[in-house]
């Protein structure tokens, strides 16, 4: 990382420090994606849902204050711990990595990586102000970050990212509630070379037979039919809620055999 890079990081931790941030009483428990706190901004408090990443990634450090320091998230240091792990393994060299990190937010994951040894990493988010973040926060940490919808993408949005010749996909905290579907997903594995990684998590319910949101059907489906060949998975606590109480998730690690097709999906 760069000398500039590592100011940044000393910058935000100092703003971490002075951000007023107060949650709902622990007795009321809302559905992750309506989780909400309250943050001081100028004198005044001001209620923001957990989910708003706009608003959220706005405030330098607040992210970073609330997801990682007091609810304990340490999903992009999860996942960078098992992608390494299984690289060491199999005698494969971070250095050779070429990631699409899906979902790249404010830049935690691109920064686990960076720290891991990779040296190109490419960031996609849907929303413009996770990129301002990044640039403000942690620049130079990605080659490039596009603001796409992965749902849709454009033409000339997918020509550049498949001119990035890409070996890796890392997808953190972003899988579902209304944020990354499985078409998104299934089109950024797409864009990945065969034989390449992909490290992701998932919320454990999402890959309950019982759910609903078509994840599970169509992970167990690239699962079963080895486009995706498993190395590893971790069950885990990604963070506590609001309530105080642990959520579950699921860390997988595994390589790319060959692309999803459409009658995959759900
Ligand atoms: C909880 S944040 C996780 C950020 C980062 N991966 C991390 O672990 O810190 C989820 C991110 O996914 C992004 N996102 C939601 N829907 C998306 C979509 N369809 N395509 C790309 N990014 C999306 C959101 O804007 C947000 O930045």
């Known amino acids: 990382m760069t000398v500039a890079t590592n100011k940044c990081i000393e910058q935000r931790r100092a703003l971490h420090n002075d951000l007023r941030i107060a949650l709902p009483p622990a007795n009321l428990s809302f559905d992750q994606d309506e989780e ?69 937010g404010n830049g935690m994951v691109g920064e ?26 942690r620049p ?11 749902t849709q993408l454009k033409q000339n949005d997918r020509c550049e990212l498949v001119e990035c010749r890409f070996n890796c996909l890392t997808c953190v905290a972003a899988l579902g509630f209304g944020d990354i579907p499985t078409e998104a997903f299934a089109n950024a594995y797409n864009l990945i070379e065969p034989g390449g ?9 999402f890959l309950h037979p019982s759910d609903d949101t078509g994840f599970a059907r169509f992970i167990r489906s690239i699962i079963a039919d080895k486009t995706l060949e498993i190395s590893n998975t971790q069950h885990y606590q990604h963070r506590i809620g609001t309530n105080h109480q642990p959520i ?7 390589n790319k055999r060959r692309d999803v097709s459409e009658d995959m999906l759900p």
């Open 248 to 254: 579950q998730y699921v860390a997988i690690v595994g």
């Open 197 to 205: 990684w992909i490290a992701f998590n998932i919320k454990a319910d």
């Open 140 to 150: 130079g940490i990605y080659a490039d970050y596009h603001i796409v919808n992965m």
């Open 36 to 104: 909400w706190c309250v943050v001081c901004m100028n004198g005044e408090w001001r209620e923001i849902r957990l989910h708003d990443y706009d608003e959220l990634f706005a405030v330098p450090g607040l992210y970073e204050r609330l997801l990682s320091d007091i609810l304990k998230c340490d999903s992009p240091a999860r996942i960078r711990e098992l992608l390494e792990a299984e690289l060491v393994a199999g005698g494969q060299q971070a250095s050779a990595l070429r990631v699409l990190d899906l979902g790249a």
């Open 112 to 137: 686990e990586l960076a720290e891991m040894g990779v040296k190109f990493i490419v960031g996609v988010d849907i929303i413009e102000a996770a990129a301002e973040a990044t640039q403000r926060d």
